[in-house]
């Protein structure tokens, strides 16, 4: 179970867009619309901001969308704000019945 | 409100053993899978195995098979991860996470809500 391919880093300045990328197989991501981002803070627990590729939960803002492309899925954070600075994690269920995470992406906001 | 806490921090010695738990409320125990994931220091997270606590039906990360033990009490609501004999190399923060997989009437797959975590420190 490899896990799925991210930037190691991604930056922007207040107020702009960015997109993290998050490849993966015809086994994971090319094959079910299962994709999932996650939110990390240092010290903290994983949060989840997208669900199902591109839905989102009520508590977190519309300035986190997901969208998916045969076998890469995209996370855009627009009017990108400080509080915003965190690594990022994708994950996407498999056909092991088990899921695989992202390799994980460090927002910096400039 | 729906939780999941975890146990405290643990400091071990190379060959001991060890069981962390994850206790959850604020919803049906026994009708969610929970996940346990790995961080190592300075590292992403890593799927370990995944446990439907009505059933005890369980799966595992085949590079964390044989190397771990993932089990539930229906009783208590709470689940495990336990080490036989730990190592240096199972130093890391461990989190449980509620998998959703039905939601509304579709089917869906999400890991909400986590754990605090449980910090595992092996040393010598």
């Known amino acids: 179970q490899s896990a799925l391919t991210q930037p190691a880093s991604v930056s922007g300045s207040p107020g702009q867009s960015i997109t993290i990328s998050c490849t993966g197989t015809s086994s994971d991501v090319g094959n079910y619309n299962y994709v999932s981002w996650y939110q990390q803070h240092p010290g903290k627990a994983p949060k989840l901001m997208i669900y199902?590729?591109?839905n989102r939960p009520s508590e977190v803002s519309n300035r986190f969308s997901g969208s998916k492309s045969g076998n890469t899925a995209s996370l855009t954070i627009s009017g990108l704000q400080a509080e915003d600075e965190a690594d990022y994690y994708c994950s996407s269920y498999t056909s092991s019945t088990i899921e695989v995470f992202g390799t994980g992406t460090k927002v910096t906001v400039l | 409100e729906v939780q999941l806490v975890q146990s405290g921090a643990e400091v071990k010695k190379p060959g001991e053993s060890l069981k962390i738990s994850c206790k959850g409320s604020?919803?049906?125990?026994?009708?969610?899978?929970i996940a346990w994931v790995r961080q190592m220091p300075g590292k992403g997270l890593e799927s370990v195995g995944i446990i439907y606590p009505g059933d005890s039906d369980t799966t595992y990360n085949p590079s964390f098979q044989g190397q771990v033990t993932i089990s539930a009490d229906k009783s208590t609501s709470t689940t495990y991860l336990q080490w036989s004999s730990l190592k240096a190399s199972d130093t890391a923060m461990y989190f449980c996470?509620?998998?959703?997989?039905?939601?509304?009437?579709?089917?869906?797959?999400?890991?909400?809500?986590w754990g605090q975590g449980t910090l595992v420190t092996v040393s010598s």
């Open positions: 199902d590729v591109s």
């Open positions: 996470a509620r998998r959703v997989d039905f939601w509304s009437g579709e089917t869906t797959n999400w890991f909400d809500p």
């Open positions: 604020g919803y049906s125990f026994t009708s969610y899978w």
